[in-house]
């Protein structure tokens, strides 16, 4: 199986506070990987160096066989990324924010058009084109922001944090939209502090304190572990490191 | 191409549809413009002038009444006693008073040297001056009629031919000869407004995308550090040629000041000057992560660089290392350029020294901060 994300002795450090600590794992193409931890476990600053926001201290990566360290900007050419805060303008309108980011991303006007249709079925917004994005309630944010995330067809998304202050039933859609892309062959890597959200994924990696604790299916966890749910799982990996 | 275009789409709209924004852009030249043409004016006239008078002659009253038509002094009644002065003086009354001793007429009668006092309030160092100015002139008139008469007299008693030397003084003044200080406040303008509003709209449309969290998304599309750079000032340097225009015909039309030199070159002045406060504005945007820090940065920038700039108070009257220092101001060498422009019609070949200052300063700035931003967004 051919890897699209591969990453080694990642190691992030911020003065004498280490975000992530000399981690090891890797993403295989059309996967959805789960990364699952608590706030300030190292996830967001993992996800910031895959995607070339953030210059790593040491260790090395690879996205789509391009290296992090210095072909950053042919990675940018083939990852869509989603930050926490839904980056969208608030005083640009619907479809002004999907043009916008059609246009930085290389994209004909045709093109463009194309996709937007696609996104506005996607994100249920059809009739709201013309509607103020700062308005909309947070399901629809949500999914614009997934949308003009991946308005250029990308092999990888990486999506941080995509649920965080959204209702359950706007979640359910959202995994459902993440499971359709992943089976049309896009990977996706995401975070999330859900644990319910856990069995949405193929695979998970459960970071704490920059460290990768366990990783495997969550068939294979549970099993190994024996234990009925994740949650307990995380809980007693923790309580043993404490 | 396309990914700059649309850059610059969408900073427009953003900037247009913000109602602070429009007001910033559109209310602040108009407000400078009416506050600079008619409020703002270093003319000095209608001076509050007090007569103490203890010598109640024909010659007293023609000396103030001359003062008064004049124009430039205010009658502002009498006082008669250091007590009443002091008074008149603290009260705001008046600005100057004027002290006719006794036996002011009969030593001019007499042919002997007659004294008038002036005394002035002085804590406006500035109007004092003038109206020191203005009086010595009135007197110095007078002192010329006197003579003349004086002379005709003489003439008549003796019938003798008598020679009296006299220089005559005609002051010309070239470049203002109205001496209005809108003409010289006006083209100062340009640069006043152009510095604030570019330099404010650069670094807050940068700022505001790191407070969003938007630049981030910025940095992992596929847009060059320079694609960002050029995608963001390109709108507000086309914002800042709109104001140029706004204010040459607003000054042209409205407070009637003509525009000397040539258009053309007073717009490639301002590009070259915009060139530096859109570099600043992209400078403290790296260095800001709030649009607040990024005002306040600005103002604190933007302050003195008009006050030693020269846009009101001259240059050379400056300590000489506050001097040194004005040489790094893009301002100075626009101030230089505008007016020249405006009000002496100079051109290229006259000013070349302080395009090229403005050219090299711009530039400097640019890649430094152009240079930062990039180390910023890998």
């Not at chain 1, 895959?50 to 992090?68: N, P, R, W, Y």
Request: proline fraction near 3%.
């Amino acid at each position: 199986m051919q890897m699209s994300v591969q990453v080694n002795n990642l190691v992030k450090t911020f003065g004498s506070f280490t975000a992530v600590d000399d981690i090891t794992f890797s993403v295989e193409k059309g996967e959805i990987f789960g990364f699952i931890g608590p706030n300030g476990a190292g996830k967001s600053t993992t996800i910031r160096m895959l995607c070339g926001i953030l210059d790593q201290t040491s260790g090395a990566g690879t996205v789509e066989g391009f290296s992090i360290k210095d072909e950053s900007e042919k990675i940018k050419s083939v990852i869509g990324y989603m930050s926490q805060k839904f980056s969208l303008y608030d005083d640009l309108t619907v479809e002004e924010n999907i043009n916008f980011y059609g246009g930085i991303h290389g994209l004909s006007r045709a093109e463009t058009k194309k996709r937007k249709d696609w996104i506005l079925e996607m994100a249920g917004l059809r009739g709201k084109e013309k509607n103020i994005t700062g308005a909309l309630s947070g399901g629809w944010r949500q999914r614009l922001s997934l949308g003009c995330a991946i308005i250029h067809a990308p092999k990888v998304v990486f999506l941080d944090e995509p649920t965080a202050g959204v209702d359950p039933i706007s979640r359910r859609e959202f995994w459902s939209l993440i499971r359709g892309l992943a089976d049309s062959g896009t990977t996706i890597f995401v975070t999330t502090h859900y644990m319910d959200e856990v069995e949405f994924c193929d695979r998970i990696a459960m970071i704490y304190k920059g460290k990768i604790v366990a990783m495997g299916t969550p068939l294979e966890l549970k099993t190994a572990n024996k234990v009925v749910n994740l949650e307990m799982l995380f809980v007693n990996l923790i309580r043993s490191m404490e | 191409m396309r990914r700059i275009i649309e850059l610059v789409r969408k900073e427009f709209i953003q900037t247009l549809r913000d109602k602070r924004m429009i007001g910033l852009i559109f209310v602040a030249p108009l407000l400078q413009l009416i506050m600079l043409g008619y409020a703002v004016t270093t003319d000095v006239k209608h001076i509050a002038l007090c007569v103490w008078d203890n010598d109640r002659s024909r010659e007293s009253r023609e000396l103030v009444s001359k003062a008064v038509v004049s124009g430039y002094f205010d009658d502002s009644g009498t006082v008669g006693s250091d007590e009443e002065m002091e008074r008149a003086f603290k009260s705001g009354r008046s600005d100057l008073v004027i002290y006719f001793p006794p036996e002011y007429s009969k030593r001019i009668k007499r042919g002997e040297k007659a004294k008038v006092e002036l005394i002035a309030d002085g804590s406006d160092s500035n109007l004092t001056n003038i109206a020191f100015g203005y009086m010595g002139q009135i007197i110095n008139l007078e002192n010329n009629k006197l003579q003349i008469e004086n002379v005709a007299r003489l003439k008549a008693a003796k019938g003798a031919e008598i020679k009296v030397p006299l220089i005559e003084l005609k002051p010309r003044v070239l470049y203002n000869p109205e001496m209005k200080s809108a003409n010289y406040m006006i083209p100062g303008e340009i640069g006043l407004i152009l510095t604030l509003i570019t330099i404010l709209l650069t670094s807050m449309s940068i700022t505001k995308e790191k407070e969003s969290g938007t630049i981030e998304q910025l940095i992992v599309s596929p847009l060059r550090s320079s694609e960002v750079i050029i995608g963001k000032t390109i709108p507000f340097a086309v914002i800042g040629m709109l104001i140029v225009l706004f204010i040459i015909t607003g000054g042209i039309f409205v407070f009637n000041i003509t525009l000397k030199g040539n258009i053309f070159t007073l717009f490639f002045a301002s590009f070259l000057f915009l060139l530096n406060t859109l570099g600043i504005g992209l400078f403290i945007s790296t260095i800001s992560k709030t649009q607040q820090q990024a005002m306040l940065s600005s103002i604190i920038f933007i302050l003195p660089s008009i006050m030693i700039s020269g846009f009101a108070f001259p240059v050379s009257n400056m300590p000489i290392e506050i001097q040194w220092l004005s040489y790094l101001l893009p301002l100075r060498y626009f101030f230089i350029i505008i007016r020249g422009i405006f009000l002496k019609g100079a051109g290229f070949a006259i000013l070349w020294p302080e395009m090229l200052a403005l050219f090299l300063l711009g530039t400097t700035v640019f890649i430094l901060a152009a240079l930062r931003f990039r180390k910023k967004l890998s």
